[in-house]
């Protein structure tokens, strides 16, 4: 027989025990765990528990709040279909997801809602017989269950239209939508998915998720409704759908998914976009043709999620985008090559180096540190001598340089320690040290007689990473003179 589980810490037992006795006799089989003993197989035997329960009662007290137990034993119920339902025996912080499936106030032993309660789990204990498992409902036939789910769809669709409306009455009505399964039911879910309130939003995405597979066929057809909360929620409901699952979906869903991409605006596209790239390299041919024509949001986000996929095969069109009209296309372009990486990247990102727009250039430069390749070395030093290079961009083509690591950057680095800006000196000082060639001993010594303490510092550091003869002399020579005045006042006789 199905049973009611009861989820509680033991310095709340004495509230528990009220609970059982009111329980039992309103006629409810109760578990509460109270016989397991120290040493006992006490997770098995909770998980068994669970498992036969049409209901868990989570007992919540400022302790319970924190106690991984609780919450485990919450979440297990959730996600094997019982209904959850969370008492309050105390004013305390309640995760989201318990907020969403409407508490109980037990602070005030006056007014207890003991009749709510009852009835709650009365209805849970009628769906649990109804119910054997979420999605399935093998009590009623084809024509009651399209007129019931019929009629709570309508129902939540009114409430979810009302600002003011019960969200935890609106949770529940979810939770039993997730049960009964059906287009009408995914429907309505997916109409509450994209709701301003969190925990409607929680509610719906726990009853889809509920559904797991069986609700994918409805999503795919949901992506080219006319409805655009639908597509919507459509969108996320794939988007957030486990790897498998979306996977299962298959290269069917592209087309549709690309169809809101075109068509919708703002969190429709992102959500689309995301389910995309969940979907992996068979997404890329239709994200490459969206770059084509359409609006500017369309195209900057194909441009990103091509940059997130990663795949070789988005080269070509993304170069071609290096020479689009608008600026900030261009830089998400260069940041998807560097995303993307490989040597086939490499030309695109070079000629994005010597872009017009100081956000294209500084993006070429982070990519081409990041491709690890040497070949690159002798564009980040032609754009770092170029006269009119803004200062953003130079500190990005020397953090590029000190990642490449390669020596032949070594002089160039060494000229600019003599620049008249500050953060270039030391930028190049600690850059010289990240490459970790000798040949950057003597200007790094020279270094440490700047005028400016963070050069000098920079220097010093660099100087203990080269960890040559030479450098250690220099290091050991200045620690001995820092205590005094030994490189301010050669500075001084220098000047």
Same mark, same amino acid.
């Given at each position: ?83 959850v339902i969370p008492v309050a025996i105390e004013p305390t912080m309640l995760h989201p997801r318990l907020r969403a499936l409407g508490v109980l106030d037990f602070t005030d032993a006056r007014r207890a809602p003991w009749d709510e309660l009852i009835g ?181 986000? /194909?441009?990103? +999620? #091509?940059?997130?996929? $990663? %795949?070789? !095969? @988005?080269?070509?069109? &993304?170069?071609?985008? *290096?020479? =689009? ?102 930028? /190049?000082?600690? +850059? #010289?040290?990240?490459? $970790? %060639?000798? !040949? @950057?001993?003597?200007? &790094?010594?020279?270094? *440490?007689? =700047?005028?400016q303490p963070a050069v000098r510092e920079a220097a010093l550091e660099a100087l203990a990473r080269l960890d040559t003869p030479q450098a250690r002399e220099a290091v050991e020579q200045y620690q001995r003179g820092e205590s005094g005045d030994w490189p ?8």
């Amino acid at each position: 027989m199905a049973h009611i589980f009861i989820s509680y810490i033991r310095e709340n037992s004495p509230f528990v025990d009220r609970l059982r006795a009111r329980l039992a006799e309103a006629g409810f089989a109760v578990w509460t765990g109270g016989d397991l003993r120290a040493g006992d197989e006490w997770r098995e035997t909770v998980d068994l528990a669970l498992r036969e329960a049409f209901a868990v009662v989570v007992i919540m007290s400022r302790a319970a709040s924190t106690s991984p137990f609780i919450a485990y034993e919450w979440a297990c119920g959730l996600g094997l279909g019982a209904d959850v339902i969370p008492v309050a025996i105390e004013p305390t912080m309640l995760h989201p997801r318990l907020r969403a499936l409407g508490v109980l106030d037990f602070t005030d032993a006056r007014r207890a809602p003991w009749d709510e309660l009852i009835g709650r789990l009365r209805i849970g204990q009628a769906t649990r017989s109804y119910f054997a498992a979420p999605g399935a409902s093998p009590a009623l036939d084809a024509d009651d269950h399209a007129l019931i789910t019929g009629e709570l769809s309508a129902m939540s669709d009114l409430l979810l239209a009302q600002e003011d409306a019960d969200t935890g009455l609106i949770s529940r009505l979810l939770a039993v939508l997730g049960r009964l399964g059906g287009t009408a039911a995914v429907h309505a879910l997916l109409r509450a998915l994209p709701d301003g309130r969190p925990d409607v939003r929680y509610a719906a995405a726990d009853a889809l998720k509920a559904l797991g597979k069986s609700a994918l066929p409805v999503l795919q057809a949901a992506l080219g409704d006319e409805d655009a909360r639908l597509r919507e929620g459509a969108a996320m409901a794939l988007a957030r759908s486990a790897p498998d699952a979306l996977a299962g979906a298959g290269e069917t869903a592209i087309p549709a998914l690309i169809g809101v991409l075109r068509r919708d605006v703002g969190a429709q596209r992102e959500a689309a976009v995301a389910a995309l790239v969940r979907l992996g390299e068979a997404a890329v041919p239709a994200l490459v043709h969206a770059l084509d024509g359409g609006d500017w949001e369309q195209r900057a986000l /194909a441009v990103d +999620a #091509l940059g997130r996929l $990663g %795949d070789a !095969a @988005a080269i070509p069109a &993304l170069v071609g985008i *290096l020479s =689009d009209e608008d600026d900030d296309l261009r830089a998400r372009a260069t940041s998807a090559l560097g995303q993307i990486g490989g040597i086939s990247a490499l030309p695109g990102l070079v000629s994005a180096l010597g872009d017009r727009d100081g956000v294209v250039r500084w993006w070429a430069a982070e990519a081409l540190g990041r491709s690890g390749n040497p070949a690159a070395v002798p564009t980040l030093l032609d754009a770092l001598r170029a006269p009119h290079e803004d200062m953003g961009t130079r500190l990005a083509i020397i953090g590029a340089l000190a990642r490449l690591g390669d020596a032949e950057a070594v002089p160039g680095l060494l000229a600019l320690l003599r620049n008249e800006y500050l953060v270039l000196r030391e930028a /190049a000082a600690r +850059a #010289l040290g990240q490459i $970790g %060639d000798a !040949a @950057a001993v003597v200007g &790094l010594e020279e270094a *440490l007689y =700047d005028e400016q303490p963070a050069v000098r510092e920079a220097a010093l550091e660099a100087l203990a990473r080269l960890d040559t003869p030479q450098a250690r002399e220099a290091v050991e020579q200045y620690q001995r003179g820092e205590s005094g005045d030994w490189p301010f006042m050669a500075l001084g006789q220098e000047r």
